[in-house]
């Protein structure tokens, strides 16, 4: 253990002043960490690097399809791209910022020093990076180092048997396999992280019907990363097994079943969509009270709807596959299930207005995002109803109406989000406000480029638009809605370069934050922007849902009523 | 992380435990990763992997065995510490409505949920005669109204023709009672919850307003909900049918005794630990 | 053959097929047959094709704006109809939710003088939550009732015994279509009888996959649904209008899987029976492309192509035996004419970059020859 | 703070969580008994479906013995931690020693199998389905055996150097609750490998 590590209490601004440290000791403290928050902020990072380069990746598709019969990329870099951009923004983007939102906040919430699993936590965050750096890794090696192939171009949901070692050759596709593989082992280590951390370390009095929203709800998704990334571990082993050791799991010429993989990946991957949209819902439900000044309505109905939507996932991920010729039985089994899904997520939606409804809302820019998410979770989740309704479904089904659908729901309901919890939470993690006037000005201007971008793919969709084509010819209807899609990505882009340049000048300039600049409720804001190593001098104690109510109208509490 | 085994103290610790930091998290991270890349590289870079995997496994373990390692961090001086929950200087307003302050969940009183299931049943039940008897009347069957209604969900019903609508079919019976049952009990459910919300004239509401709301919107739909319905339908039954069900979901829901809703007491007056008198 | 022959040549590189294209002005649903023959005036090549056969102006209609919402055929009416009343029960939803959303955003919002005051804080409603529980679910219990409906009503559709009986076989990145109860086998253009409402000719497609997962699409006339290796998929087609109806394959299948183009010509019962006549009818040897055809079968096309009635027996690649009897190439990457034929036979992968069909390094003359021969496969 | 100023609990209320450990352990064996479900429903799917031989049902026959001695160990991993918990670190060695000879036993009969299948059977992963399953899922399981094996051992070894002491209790228990569910993993694929297979 080297001696410098023994006092990290370095990360207060004031102590930094008094003695600049070197910036390899600064280095060396951060790769050391063993820090919930240096850990959280350092997942955020590295997620939004990610974010940066697979939403380039984007830009580029959206070049490529501006026009018919463009050549801009060539059909096979086109084919990587897709596939890069879709597994590195659920698996390197997604999965990381929302654990890293988990870890940063999760302990200050529920009044705790730190994670369950200090060094768990740390070997997730690595193991995640790593696993990340290998699969980008393929760009380079794969055709350098082995022969054939580069990176991989099987599309993030890698259908068998066109990854079989016939249709896929050389590496790129091992290096899909590999590399998700292992980051997927971090994402279960954090998630067991946070249940442990949940279950076993909330201060003295926080019932679980008394821990914040933003809690709960990352506790249905740390369950659902439990239970749903082993299917996938397992389906990827089966598929290496296929690849280096000739096993015939997937091999259709030995007997193999190619839906088999489907149904194994989309058990993980249909409540992997619910595990990057509950954190979504998750930061809506802090930030939305807060800024409407008034508690969550149906706090339990809020709960409980949650926790219906962690166990009516498991059961309908054949709804992916309403086309491979399943019976009308099975047909109309998912097309039901997926629809119940509807329920609790419209019971939460109406919460979320009930919440609104009656208060004093403040359009700060983290409620801004949130009001967007509203709007835009609305209309993914009609969509939604839409592609569950099984007959719709075949048609709509791999068209472009379900890239619409499913960027409203990532895009539209968690990206918004996350920018939400940046702008709420920034200031506590640094200290420092972001600045409202920039902040404004990225939220119109993305919120214009998103909808730009992909409204009107909804229509190509319609006019039968298939996805994942590098090309497309005049005359079938579909350039108009691809160029103005495409034009909206300049506006996302100019966006984002607010997002970026906002936090860059805030970290610079932006205003003093202190304790608790929202006027907010829970935990985290009762201990100093940026909190302590340790988070609380003193453990905390808490008697409602909103600990810091009580302290500010001590003759009205809430843990009188709840 | 002693954090939930110490006992809270209101004095402010000088030093605080915190796990100390290490590499070997990281080291045994990167000899995994450098394992399964060998896979897709050369076998060497997995020899390495499997030995920086093995060496970052026994720092790790020498981090935890016998007992984890701490650091004392000290705490900051008071000044840079957080300061005190200001009492909040404004004043929260009340909501009118009930009387135990404003901590309500609106509306305060309301008729019990089970009422809204009996007045469901009621409802179907009496629709049920009345539709039975239509067929009766009209068509000299009983099954056809049943059968009609399940066409919405089977197909060889949807396209069949009036004389076989007017035969038994077990899946018609079956579905159609499924339907009509699951229907009726979800919608007196509702009229249970939201009949005390609406201002006065319950009734009116409850009796021909809703009925005449839901029939409109069938009538807008019917051609893709039930083809083989909205082809035959005969509307003035149909409609006399509602409203039937209405009303009589309507008056068993209102007959039903009002309670207050719990939530409109404090938690303490609920668990019966203060009495109301203690409370402001 | 005849409109094709008839369209003026152009030299057609790449970038010339592009250019022409881009002229093509977005067709309509019904296009104007005055419309078409303008355009054939103008000597240009349409890349919607509109079939070499010269059919009547209806059969020559190409459909090539495929919108879901205007279904030409009878499952794809069927899902229409329920879409509909998805749709509309989403933007009914929409409305409300939408209004209640806008209602909060501009009533609810903090004016000046609401600093230092808090809002009634209210906990939630028991009887607001119930009735939004309630009233959805009451809501997906009539979709789930139409859903179950209208699936079973087109999978497990009956169809007449006489229907037309097609198989349809996937192939990165082509389509192989058999008639096995004509003996036909011909590719990427499947022609089928057009129905009426009170003369059913459906069609029962058997689809298969040689490869990869494949989608059949074809909006106008039915929802997707995938061939996949090792397992037969059934659909049907019931269309109601003659023409040539576009689709794609809907499933990611690889490197060009953009142009696996599929279209389907729609015809009256009479040209459906004599293009099925025309395509049986024994291969007629035309000696003036002898060194073509020497050539052909000297080098290795006979490997993966099939030409009825000769050695030529691969199954890798599509049939050829009917080849100018297509309207386009390469699964729709180019149409069908001696330009394209000739700039594909030297190298395909400037049609269709990183397709299976390889550069088969011919020189010019051999390209001219086998070309010849090719144009002879009528 | 918070708390300085919040009306406090009284201070007779417990504030008793569940153990960390244990609850680490519970969700990591449910992602585990996921993981095993997905290659369980493998095998089952795949339940006479290869198209070439050699068939389980000619080649395969039950490790009655080697099953037992895994079950038995089970008993003697419980009858390790009784007496840990007693301080009787003598009979927990012994015990301890006990468990790892069973399950290195397991481990041999396993490979011995293995070696019969491959050399005299021609029985491999790439033969055909049954094998593509078989030796997954067997192997799956035997890996976790083997992870089982280096804990017990790292213990064992540690317990011989008088490095484990009474304050390890939990983490012994923790490795013993690990090994029980190998073991009835076992049973799962016992059953489904060697009986509903066949």
Redesign the interface.
Known sequence: MPASSLNPAVPIPQAAAAERPSIPSILHEWVTTTDHKRLGLMYIMAGLLFFVISGCMAALIRVQLAF??N?FL???MF?RMFTMHGTAMVFLVGMPIIAGLMNYLVPLMIGARDMAFPRLNAFGFWIFLFGGGLLYFSYLAAPGLSGAGSAP???WFA?S??TGK??SRGHSTDYWILSIMISGIGSIASAINVIVTVITMRCRGMTLMKMPMFVWIVLVVAYLIVIVLPPLTAAQIMLLLDRFLGAKFFD??A?????LWQHFFWIFGHPEVYVLILPGFAVATEIIPVF????I?????MVGASVMIGFISLGVWAHHMF???M??MS??FF??ST??V??PT??K???W??T????????KTPMLFC?AF??QF??AG??G??LA???????????YFVVAHFHYVLIGGLLFTIFGAIYYWFPKATGKLLSEKLGKWHFWVFLIGFNLTFGPLHIAG???M????????????W?VWNLLASIGVIFQAVGILFFVGNILWSLWKGKKAGDDPWDAWTLEWSTTSPPPPYNFEVLPEVRSRRPLWDLKHPTDP?WK?? | MPGNETKPSSETPTHIALPAPTMWPMVTAFGITLLVTGLVTNLAVSVVGLVVALVGAVGWWRDVLPADRHEHVPVVPPSERAQPVQV????????KLGQAG??????AE?HP?SSGLKAGIAGGAVMAVLALGYGLIRHGSLWYPINLLS?????TL??ATTEQLRAFSSTGLAVGIF?HG??SL??G??YA??V??FPRRGWLWAGIVLPLFWTGLFY??S?????ALAGRVDWPWFVVCQIAFGMVTGYVVARSERIE?R?TWPLAARIGIESQEERE | MGAARRRKPKILR?EG??AA??T????QNHVNPARISKLKRLGLVV??GTGSWAFGADSAQVH??????KPLSAP?E??Y??????????AG??LV??S??AY??VK????PG?????????????????????????I?????????????????HPLPEDSLKVRVVGH?WWWEIHYPDHGVITANELHIPVSSRDQRRPTALR?ESA???H?F?V??L?????L????A??MWVEPYQTGTF??????????????M?LRVVVETPEEFARWIASQKAPVVQDSSAQAGRDLFFNTSCVNCHRISGTAAEGVFGPDLTRLMSRSTLAAGAASNTPENLRLWVQNPHTIK??CLMPDMQLNPAEVEKIVAYLLTLK | MAAASSPTISAAAEWKLPSKRKVGLICLLATESALFTIFVVAYLFYLGKSLNGPYPKDILSPPWLASVALLSSSVTVVLAERAFLRGNLGRFKLMLFVTIALGVFFLGATALEWKRLITHDQFTISSNLAGSTYYSLVGLHASHVVIGLLLLSLVWVLSLANWVGPEQHERVEMLSWYWHFVDAIWIVVFTVVYILGR
């Open positions: 018919p019969n050549d060539p059909p096979q084919n171009d099987v599309g259908y048997p066109l016939a249709f259709t010429q007997g193999g079943s190619a839906v409407s000044r008034k508690p309505f149906g706090y339990a109905v086309t491979i010729g019976s009308a047909n109309t097309a039901t629809m119940l509807g329920i419209g019971i939606l109406f919460n207005l009930g609104m409804w009656g208060g004093k809302i403040r359009f009001v509203l709007f609305l209309c009609l969509t109803i839409m309704v099984a007959p719709f479904d075949w048609q709509l089904s791999d068209s319609i006019l039968g298939p996805r994942r084509i590098y090309t497309y010819d005049v005359g079938r209807g350039d809430d009523y709840e | 909040a200087a404004g004043r929260v307003e009340h909501l404003h901590r309500v969940r609106v509306p309301i949920y066409a919405a969900a089977v197909p949807a396209t339907a699951v229907v979800l919608v459910f509702v919850v939201m005390p919300m807008g739909t051609k893709f909900i039930n083809p809703t939530q | 790449r097929i592009r294209r881009a093509f002005p977005l067709t890349a919607g090539s704006i495929a919108n879901i919402f794809a069927a899902v109809e329920i879409s509909l009343l998805a749709l509309l029960v989403c939803i929409f939710v939408g209640l959303l909060a955003v609810f919002r903090s004016r609401d600093e230092g005051t808090e809002p009634p804080q209210i906990y939630g409603s028991n009887q607001l939550e119930m009735a939004w529980t309630a009233i959805p679910i009451l997906v219990f009539v979709l789930v009732l139409v859903t179950a409906r209208t699936t079973a009503d087109v999978q497990n990165q689809l490869d990869v997962i989608s699409w909006p106008q039915a929802g997707k649904t995938d996949i290796p090792n397992r998929n059934d576009l689709g794609n394959c809907a499933e990611y299948c690889g490197t060009q899987h953009a142009k183009l970059p990183g």
